[in-house]
């Protein structure tokens, strides 16, 4: 099974394949503002289901937050969704 780290890498190279970058190579979602992503194991949250490497994309301080940005990602990743993420 490959690890988080490898993931992660492979997550930002499609990225980077597919959204415009910032001058410094950051990748920037329609508006230009920043894509910050990450992998997570499952096993090591209890809110979460074990078993899976999550990928995620912000951390954010409110629903509110969260479900706006949710609304952008579904334009490049239809499935996605919103999980409160505790340890």
Known sequence: ???P???EQEVRQF???????????VVLDQDDSLIEV???DSNRFA???PGYYVVFTGIYGT???AA????????AFPAAY??????
């Open 1 to 3: 099974m490959a690890s």
């Open 5 to 7: 780290e490898s993931i």
């Open 15 to 25: 990225l980077r394949d597919n959204f415009p970058l910032s001058a410094d190579g």
């Open 38 to 40: 990450g992998v997570i």
């Open 47 to 49: 809110s979460l289901k």
């Open 63 to 65: 629903q509110e937050e």
């Open 68 to 75: 706006s940005a949710l609304r952008r990602a579904k334009a």
């Open 82 to 87: 919103t999980r409160e993420v505790a340890s």
